[in-house]
């Protein structure tokens, strides 16, 4: 399983309370007040993690606190600060606030660090409210209640280029082929269950880029059929898409009405996805079929921008590549 949506409580630590002490020493009959304040309660923080793959963590445990401050000690001596509650959140993750659903962190960098909530201060020790009008005072208060609320937390990946397609399109074949990533290939639809990212390597360049390769999405997606829409969102940020279709129509489909859906699909799911530099990559081109069928798609669709490719006898790839790395960094 891959989690890539939680909802989590979480809590800051309470302040220590304020101390009542008086100073009591042989030879000096009237010590003063000398209770110091409490600690600070535990702040709760975030911080980008790029070792964490996903949000399981809060899966299994959606409760997280803060440490509570110590309470102060007499000879003025203020209590220890409580520990914070640091929370490795993978790169890519949004967090909304549960009810107005505004999204309040957007942790995108590796060590990027945030404070959610803060932990409540120290109450006051009974020696600052000594005064000249009361030199003896048995006066504290409490620590502050730390800030405490539930969140959702929401991962979406990170990358260039998203592959979109229905099951069985090769979309895991071209993304072993191009990147340092390797998914699973079957020859059965949904071989592909969660979203990975690979790495699209330049060396000549010394820059990469990053593509994410989902689950294969089928008509209805984007009303939560089949895998359904829970993996659009790992192509949203996304700047290209690369849609692929299997021009030799192997399961009986027909690439153009492939096209449509795919489109249709993305559309309904987020109409921001279309205006996304989108380009197909027709795909099985070493099957005999796939000729003519990229030549009826050509006419029938002059407007996309395709690439024929093959997984299987590699044609087309080094295009694909270099295609990428043009849109990308346009
Ligand atoms: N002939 C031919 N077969 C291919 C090509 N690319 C992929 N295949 C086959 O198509 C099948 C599906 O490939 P996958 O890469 O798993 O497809 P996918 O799009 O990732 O599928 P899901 O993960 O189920 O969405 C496998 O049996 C592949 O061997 C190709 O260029 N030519
Ligand atoms: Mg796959």
Redesign the pocket.
Known sequence: MFYDEVRVSLKAGKGGDGCMSFRREKYIPFGGPDGGNGGKGGDVLIRGDENVGDLRTFHFKPGWKAQTGEGGKGKKMVGRSGKDCLLKLPLGSLVINEITGEVLAEITVHGQEQILLQGGGGGRGNSTFKSSINQAPRQTTEGKAGEEHDFKFILKTIADIGLV??????????TRLITTAT??????????LNPSVGIVDYPDLFDQLKLA?I??IIDGASENRGLGIRFLKHIERCSVLLL?L?M?G?DGRSPVDDYDQLIHELGNYKKDLLSKKIFVAA?????PEATENLKTFKRLKPEVRIQP?????EEGLEELKNLFYKECKA
Do not use: R, V, W
């Open positions: 397609g229905f099951p069985n399109a090769g979309k895991s074949s071209l998914p699973k290939i079957g020859s059965y639809p949904f071989t592909t390769d689950p294969g692929i299997d030799a192997i795909n099985k081109m070493d099957e490719i093959s997984c299987l006898t």
